[in-house]
């Protein structure tokens, strides 16, 4: 096998088991189940926003955040999403990852995932800017 078919096959790998982690995401927030959410993030964890980090060092502060924000969500039972693979390192991925619902781009995040024991976690969650 050439090289070029090698890194080909990677790299479509990558992006199956990225996709594979956004639709498991995906049925979990639209099942409402921040349990679920919160075995999708490494433990430690960093969630940027501008002009704030939150360290994320225990499962149950993302639980706690995912209970307490469902209500933004009323009456969103369908999304889309757009997934970008940005970069990869090993054990790692970066993805763009543009949701939407209700017909139009609603949120739009880098998520940096990391390998864990039963597949990608969500190591860094920052937020971009809609484009």
């Given at each position: 096998m050439s090289g070029f078919r090698r890194t080909?096959?990677?790299v479509t790998k990558t992006i199956d088991k990225v996709d594979e982690f956004f639709d498991g995401y995906a049925a979990a927030l639209?099942?409402?189940d921040e349990k679920a959410i919160a075995g999708m993030y490494a433990v430690p964890a960093l969630i940027l926003f501008?002009?704030?980090?939150?360290?994320v060092s225990d499962t149950s502060q993302t639980e706690?955040?995912?209970?307490?924000?469902?209500s933004q969500y009323d009456g969103v039972d369908a999304v889309d999403r757009q997934v970008a693979?940005?970069?990869e390192a090993p054990?790692?991925?970066?993805?763009?990852?543009?949701w939407s619902y209700d017909g139009r781009p609603r949120e739009r995040f880098c998520y940096?995932?990391?390998e864990?024991?039963?597949?990608?976690q969500i190591a860094v969650l920052t937020p971009l800017q809609l484009t």
């Open positions: 080909v096959a990677a639209l099942a409402r501008p002009g704030t980090s939150i360290p706690q955040f995912f209970a307490s924000s469902w693979v940005m970069a054990a790692s991925v970066w993805a763009d990852v543009t940096q995932l990391v864990g024991a039963d597949g990608y």
